[in-house]
């Protein structure tokens, strides 16, 4: 039998790294799932610092970080640069990369070829794609390529247009039962989890309780297993407008344009530097060197 270690791969995570299934286990217990996105290093270690079980890298860092108004235009490539960010910095937490608009609603072969770059080239533990219907069998066709794949249903922004703008999702009757057998379809296809977005609280409830796998809730109550918030959104960090689901856990955006202000005006009025700022230089070397200067003429 060989003695040689084993290679971490797709069955064996890293050291220290949340195990897949251990998020079943999670839902089966009662104990509840904290995801958030993260887009760079320093918000990875810090999300792993404070014990979320899951970093989203999600495609909303078109508008958040990228400045584009919705999230249609952040590419593969983009995704890959900001996924690979997150997992240098990432331990524990399971980091999930969004598959962006365009990577994956032509075929299963194109939706596999995008997954797999997200998961080679940023990193990525395991991928995300919104919707259902034709996108089930995305989903299935990634799965089988043993790749983890969160579903997203309810609120979509990459569909948003056809949505009729960012509003909830599910507040008919007929909109709740496609969502609930859209969740079942996703399951089946083998997604390990599914994000339920701005859906009533008794319909994700329910949906949660159809599923074996966990739900992850954005502006979907309390009844699912876990709850997800944009980083910009929880910090404060977002000018734009946020959704009522979104609770704001700091005003960063506020603190850091203080903090800036004051750079600024210590600049102009030449407050900064201070002594403590500078580095010193020995009195014989400065005077070697204004010699060395005096020398040239
Ligand atoms: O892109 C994103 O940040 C998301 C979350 C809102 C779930 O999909």
């Known amino acids: 039998m060989s003695t040689r270690p084993r290679m971490p791969g797709p069955s064996t995570p890293a050291p220290g790294k949340l195990a897949l299934p251990g998020l079943g ?8 799932i904290s995801m958030l996105t993260a887009y760079d290093a320093p918000a990875a270690l810090l999300a792993d610092e404070a014990g979320a079980e899951l970093l989203l890298v999600g495609d909303s860092a078109a508008m958040v970080m ?4 919705s999230t249609l235009p952040v590419t593969l490539d983009e995704m890959i ?35 797999i770059r997200l998961i080679k080239e940023g990193g ?11 996108m089930v069998s995305r989903v299935r066709a990634i799965a089988e390529s043993n790749i983890g794949v969160m579903g997203h249903i309810g609120l979509t922004p990459q569909s948003a247009t056809k949505l009729g703008g960012f509003r909830a999702q599910g507040r008919t009757a007929e909109v709740a039962l496609r969502l609930y057998d859209d969740a079942l379809a996703l399951q089946d296809a083998g997604c390990f989890a599914l994000v339920l977005e701005a859906v009533p ?11 074996e796998i966990p739900t992850i809730g954005i502006g979907a109550g309390a ?7 944009v980083w910009h959104d929880l910090l404060g960090m977002y000018a734009g407008p946020t959704p009522r689901f979104v609770k704001q856990y700091a005003s960063l955006a506020d603190e850091i344009g203080q903090a800036l202000d004051a750079y600024v005006a210590d600049v102009r009025n030449g407050t900064f530097p201070e002594e403590q700022h500078t580095y010193s230089i020995p009195e014989a070397e400065l005077e070697r060197f204004e010699s060395a200067l005096a020398a040239r003429g």
Not at 124 to 134: C, H, I, N, P
Not at 201 to 211: G, H, Q, S
Not at 223 to 229: A, E, I, R, T
């Open 201 to 211: 609280a008794p319909i994700a409830a329910r949906i949660t309780d159809a599923l």
């Open 25 to 32: 286990e999670m839902k089966r217990r009662g104990d509840k």
């Open 66 to 69: 990228l400045g584009h108004e």
């Open 124 to 134: 990525a533990d395991t991928v995300k794609l919104e919707g259902a219907g034709r």
């Open 223 to 229: 009844g699912c297993d876990g709850q997800v918030l």
């Open 81 to 115: 640069f900001l996924t690979r960010a997150v997992t240098r910095a990432a331990r524990r937490p399971l980091v999930i990369a969004d598959l962006p608009f365009g990577t994956y609603e032509v075929s299963d072969e194109q939706a596999v070829t995008s997954a």
